[in-house]
């Protein structure tokens, strides 16, 4: 199983990005898939996490409304569009299997400061 995210990068308060991690090595249309980030100094936590068909959404309360969260199953690929970013955004983020304990990938990192 492996895991590449791409797509992080600095970028000032309010501002967007869209993170991508493509899978391989595992039937990607039949997992549900997560984000999830960690800051300097804190635990890697949940962000959001999409239905093996893209038909079902959870995100945590901090990034609601203003991250979501897609995939293309046709790419094995899932998506994380951030929009108003926030300082403390700041994080490297990854993405595996929800429920899994897959090996983590590399993750992106994100940097949000003016």
């Known amino acids: 199983v492996q895991f590449v995210e791409s797509g992080g990068g600095l970028v000032q308060p309010g501002g967007s990005l869209r993170l991508s991690c493509v899978a391989s090595?595992?039937?990607?249309?039949?997992?549900?898939m997560s984000w999830y980030r960690q800051a300097p100094g804190n635990e890697r936590e949940f962000i959001a996490s999409i239905g093996s068909v893209g038909g079902s959404t959870n995100y945590a309360d901090s990034v609601k409304g203003r991250f979501t969260i897609s995939r293309d199953n046709t790419k094995n690929t899932v998506y994380l569009q951030m929009n108003s970013l926030k300082p403390e955004d700041t994080a490297v983020y990854y993405c595996k299997r929800s429920g899994v304990k897959d090996n983590w990938g590399q993750g992106t990192q994100v940097t949000v400061s003016s």
């Open positions: 090595r595992f039937t990607f249309s039949t997992y549900v």
